[in-house]
């Protein structure tokens, strides 16, 4: 009544020169937290974890029943010796909707080796790592790659031997969705900078990370992948 509608109306992109359709949907549904500063899906538009969970598909990937989103591979490689991510596959990522236990935790992680059993906790805040492990919201809670940080020193150091582990040692992890076991085939010293390990995969795996003592600007590093 007071102005003409706009559902027809053609909207400029500025710095576009371009036209699209005035009801595209750019409301809080198409949100998404961005991926790892510095990892292959940060310059893959359209990635990055959906806000609403309902909404993924506008996010530019699709998902299945049990909640995992299958985005379309970044251009090469996470990193060329771990050889994570293919331009022939898809990246796998599943939300934690559903997954909490009654405690608040999402699952358990064992290392045999180590002796290691050490619940896991959203987020990786200082509260998540005060009672146990903390994931990494960036990163999958189980299907494609699963990253997980804990303290290396004082009383809840859950992560203080990780650098210990050995090529081909085995790591379990059990969620509401199953147990699941790795096989150890990184160890090694990261820059605190470094988050390319904490990118999406096309195959199951485990990534931990803790400091690495009297060093503030690295990390120590095990990746695991799933044992077929």
């Not at 004082?154 to 147990?179: P, R």
């Amino acid at each position: 009544m007071y102005a003409p509608s706009t559902t027809v109306d053609q909207v400029t992109v500025v710095g576009g020169g371009i036209t699209e359709s005035s009801n595209v949907d750019r409301s809080k549904n198409t949100a998404v937290i961005a991926p790892p500063f510095g990892s292959n899906e940060s310059y893959l538009p359209g990635s990055g974890t959906v806000l609403i969970p309902q909404y993924s598909s506008d996010a530019g990937g699709e998902t299945s029943a049990s909640g995992t989103v299958y985005y379309p591979p970044a251009e090469g490689t996470v990193d060329g010796s771990a050889n994570v991510t293919t331009n022939n596959s898809q990246t796998q990522f599943t939300l934690p909707d559903g997954l909490y236990y009654s405690d608040g935790s999402l699952g358990t992680l064992k290392i045999p080796t180590l002796g290691l059993k050490v619940k896991v906790y959203e987020s990786e805040s200082l509260e998540s790592l005060a009672k146990g492990a903390g994931h990494f919201k960036s990163t999958s809670c189980w299907d494609g790659n699963i990253g997980l940080a804990a303290h290396n020193r004082g009383v809840a150091n859950h992560f203080g031997k990780i650098h210990t582990l050995d090529e081909g040692d085995e790591i379990t992890y059990t969620t509401k969705l199953g147990t699941r076991t790795y096989e150890v085939f990184y160890v090694g010293q990261i820059k605190e900078t470094d988050f390319s390990r904490l990118g999406r995969s096309s195959e199951n795996m485990i990534t931990l990370i803790t400091c690495v003592r009297n060093v503030p600007e690295m990390r120590w590093c095990v990746q695991a992948r799933e044992i077929s």
